[in-house]
């Protein structure tokens, strides 16, 4: 499954500013997923195994290794992190010089 999911878990209108890349059966993509949710953090999720573009994103920045979840934070690309972490990314994104 791919999409934009609201911390609702309906699909949203507005564009994400985070990308999480996964894969089924990963638990630590699991967690994230939920995590963001339960924080409303609106994410766009790509599953690597039905996404050959997707997966060739994060073998690119993961040094040719398909390591998920790989988050696009923003500007900022993260590999397994927790979902405090994302937000935390975002917040910092959000208040930090150059930001609207």
Do not use: H
């Not at 934009?4 to 997923?33: H, K, M, T």
């Not at 995590?35 to 999720?45: F, K, T």
């Not at 997707?54 to 988050?71: H, I």
């Amino acid at each position: 499954m791919s999409g934009q999911v609201n911390g609702d878990g309906e699909q949203s209108a507005e564009p994400p500013a985070v990308v999480v890349y996964w894969r089924p059966g990963c638990p630590f993509c699991i967690r994230l997923r939920l995590g963001l949710r339960r924080m409303n953090v609106a994410s766009e999720e790509l599953n690597i195994s039905s996404d050959p573009s997707a997966a060739a994103f994060v073998r690119s920045v993961n040094g040719g290794d398909e390591t998920v979840p790989t988050v696009v934070a923003g500007a900022t690309t993260m590999r397994n992190p927790t979902p405090r972490q994302v937000k935390r990314e975002l917040e910092r994104q959000s208040s930090g010089p150059g930001a609207k």
